[in-house]
Structure formats: structure tokens, C-alpha cells
């Protein structure tokens, strides 16, 4: 889903040319996040290439949509602390959380359910710091936003450094 027609084009090309075997089960429409209805099918919403800021609008809109057998799956470009303040704060559960790292860039993705049987989104990760790439992705997050100095970087920045000693 993108408001944008070209962004749409060129999405069901590569839809078209990809490896699914169920592309019937995928739908594209040419809309903006916010104005998405969920029909009965939707199990899996992925929102990606965007701001925390915009997901938070669109999930908002989803949220009274989601039954708990539904997912959100997200990617965050930027404002990734103001949106986990958000959602930490809604009724989605966290089932997953990884980091990864494509051409230089880090991409953190959260998988969320409407179910209170999985923990609040944390403010600031936890399975994020794990293993090398959590290392090498604590030391990115650190001089990002070492340069800030609002109330919520600097203590992002206390709770990194905590984690590192």
C-alpha cells in the first residue's frame, strides 16, 4: 500500500517477478496507510520504508481492526524511540524483535500481536542487543544519538551504556 502510483507500479512488478508461490493471497492498493480497513483475510500487515511517526498514524488505524490471531510486522526508518514510546503504551504485544543491517544501513523489525499474552513493546529494545550484530548495532545507537540532547536520547543513551558494562 502507497499513496504514490509509481511506488505501486513498480511494487507489483516486483511482486509479479518474485519467488511467492501465493501471490494471490497479496494485495496492492494505491491508498494511504491511514485509511487502510483490514479485510477478513489480512493475517500479516507489514509497514516498512517509512517513519515512526507515520507507522504509529497507521497503526493506530489498525489497531481496533486486529483480532489476535492477526499480525503487524514493522520496520521503522526513523523516529524508532518515539514510535516504541507509542506502542508501548497500546494494547500490541511483542513477539519478536530482531536487527539487521542492509548496505551499511541498521533496520530494526518488530513482529506484534493484539494478545495480552505477549510482554509490552520495551521502550528501548532487549533482543535487539544480542549477539555481534547487537554489539556493533549498541555502538551505532550510541554515537547517533550521543549527539542529542533531549530527554529521551539521553536517556536511551544511559540505558545503551548501562548494557554495555
Not at 92 to 100: D, H, M, Q, S, W
Not at 103 to 109: A, T
Not at 151 to 157: C, F
Amino acid at each position: 500500500m502507497d499513496p504514490s502510483q509509481d511506488v505501486i507500479r513498480l511494487l507489483k512488478e516486483k511482486v509479479a517477478a518474485s519467488y511467492i508461490t501465493r501471490k494471490a493471497f497479496i494485495e496492492i492498493h494505491m491508498k494511504r496507510g491511514q485509511d487502510v480497513i483490514l479485510g477478513p483475510n489480512s493475517k500479516t500487515v507489514f509497514i516498512a520504508g517509512m517513519g515512526g511517526k507515520e507507522i504509529g498514524g497507521i497503526i493506530q488505524n489498525l489497531i481496533p481492526q486486529l483480532t489476535p490471531a492477526d499480525r503487524l510486522v514493522i520496520s521503522p526508518h526513523r523516529n524508532i524511540l518515539e514510535l516504541r514510546q507509542y506502542l508501548n503504551s497500546t494494547e500490541l504485544g511483542l513477539v519478536n524483535e530482531v536487527v539487521i543491517k542492509e548496505e551499511g544501513q541498521f533496520y530494526q523489525i518488530l513482529c506484534l500481536v493484539k494478545c495480552s499474552e505477549y510482554p509490552r513493546v520495551p521502550l528501548y529494545g532487549t533482543k535487539l542487543w544480542q549477539g555481534a550484530m547487537g554489539v556493533e548495532y549498541r555502538g551505532h545507537q550510541i554515537r547517533t544519538f550521543g549527539i542529542h540532547q533531549d530527554e529521551l536520547s539521553m536517556a536511551y543513551i544511559a540505558y545503551l551504556t548501562q548494557i554495555t558494562n
